[in-house]
């Protein structure tokens, strides 16, 4: 009897779903423990001393699998392949299975503006309300005066750029999915192309990745 072992330290809360993976493909469990170590010292730096708690917190996972069983060759094949895909998974990202461009901008809002007058006017405040302090200076010759009229063209600046970016987010989303707005429809098109593949992909590979589970676990 020819076995094989394999040793995995994983997160704590990935032990269950590990376990029925490796088992699926003939592998047994030999034995679970969780390592947890907590440690406390002191470190210096310059002439200040403070203290740093290193924690270690996971689960040690020994497998093992008998390289004479029925069927070995085939169900190794399948394994290689199953992990051969979970290294090369993209990450799950904001586009769901099967999600429209359209669905997506109006569900996730993302920012493709492309009128960006607004701004400058935002700019004008800002710059009226720096004008007004120096007039404020001059003509009311008191403190309440000198706080006042910057903080009026301040606060307007501030309410007016916030109406603005979402105005112009909302207007920019609807041309786009109307398709009215060019520009603002070729940045959501950039923007969730290559989203919307890798999520076409991630899909794909996990309907392999079942499919080799299950076909291995046939055979063990």
Known sequence: MAMEIKTLDISNDAEDTTIQIYQDFGWSLKSSQRVFNRDSHLESEGDSVYSVTKTVDYTKLVFERDKSMPHYKEIKELEDRFFCLLDNLPDQNSVMPNETMEAWA????????????????????????????????????????????????????????????KISEASAIKGAVNGKNRKARAKLEALFNPLHEESVQRTEYLEIMSRLRKEAASLV
């Open 106 to 165: 109006t569900r996730v809002r993302p920012d493709i503006k492309t009128n960006r007058w607004g701004y400058l006017l935002c700019i004008l405040f800002f710059g009226g309300a720096l004008i007004g302090q120096v007039l404020s200076m001059m003509v009311f010759n008191s403190l309440e005066g000198f706080l006042l009229s910057p903080l009026v063209g301040v606060g307007g600046g501030i309410v007016y750029c916030k109406v603005f970016t």
